[in-house]
């Protein structure tokens, strides 16, 4: 395709080059920082590493240097360091310091200006800015003293990525888990300077209030998968978890958007405040596609079956002597065009999602054209890429200009770039 912007990686982009300095406090997710330092090596960025004593309990030093390529820096009195580099140095070269998992000890350190070890002497020590992923037991996060930390650190200017909500080592569920490592790269990215330059998000907040590009408009998503009756008990159905599309409702709701959410059947909650509209078949979603009309962008995520038994059984078909019954099968309506083709009414942008296990970019672009929307978001859903049913999309967005190619990303980040990119073409239409 001409003038593409097919670059593997804009991600690359953002993070090649950069300086991290990455500091590992002792918690049970000092592990997931191994993960962390891969991904950003990955994307082109250099990471030194520095430990404190308590997370030389929960990983090696000898993980972390081969991994980083890269010294690892625990003590505060090394002579060879104060000599060659010196922890001011260390500090102020790097980019962005990153503190994952970061403790409430590292919080309440960092809080009152206490420098007793090279990683808090480190921090005290620079005007560099600073991303903390805290990670701990829902109990100490949720004390006072660590909420009343991190408030104050936030409103000194320090990002805070997570903590998330979810089942704890300790075996508690609860706010407490340090974000995983890619959401922890997308906030990175976007403090070190991201195309959409929104904000960074504190805490679990996914957009800030003030940001509303969508207010006033309405948006319909469809998501998760249609269940084609074959009789009362089978169905025909497929691997659609609906996370993306859920996603996507959940971040045009946080940019003040009216949302309308039609959903397939799936194992997810809505996000409080989206209008649900639960179906179950194709059929269905055509027709509660069309009723929620009109719209100001139509976003087609949901995996809908493309045929259904032509004769849904009234009765459980029995096994019997013959063998398997024959099952004939028709086309169900092709949501997605049929709203992109719409002669009166037609949303202003209309977006198709497309699920492929070969040739992702040609056939998603194929289907560009076919189905007359204004934007494909292409994914490679081959089972080894953990796309149907994970927590993690690298998409391709296909337009009429060309294709962006996006890194792998959280969906909730996806959903975030997703919606805002939708704002800003409603935006430069004048819409
Ligand atoms: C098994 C174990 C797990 C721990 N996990 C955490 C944790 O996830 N988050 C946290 O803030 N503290 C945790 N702690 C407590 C810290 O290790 C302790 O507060 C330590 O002083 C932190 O030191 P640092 O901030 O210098 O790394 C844990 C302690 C133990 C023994």
Redesign the pocket.
Known sequence: MSGAIDNQQRGTWMLSGKRILLI??????AYKSLDLVRRLRERGAHVRPA?????Q??VTPLSLATLSGEKVHTELFSLTDETEIGHIELSRSADLIVVA???????A?LAHGIAD?L??TLLLATDTKILMA????LR?WLHPA?QSNFKLLQERGIAVCGPADGAM??GEFGP?R?SEPLEIVASIERLLGDETKLPLPLANVSMTAQAEPLAGKHVIVTSGPTHEAIDPVRYIANRSSGKQGYAIAAQALAAGARVTLISGPVNLPAPAGVELVRVESALQMHAAAHAALPADIFVAAAAVADWRAAAASKGKIKKGSSGPPKLDLEENPDILASVATLKKGRPFLVIGFAAETDDVKANGAAKLNRKKCDMIVANDVRPESGVMGGDSNSVHLITKSGVETWPELPKGEVARRLVARLASMMRGAGQ
């Open positions: 590992v406090c002792g918690g049970i997710a430990m404190t004593q308590s997370a309990h929960f998992p970061a403790t409430a000890n590292i919080a350190k070890d990683a808090s805290p990670a701990m037991n100490m660590t080592a300790c407490g340090m």
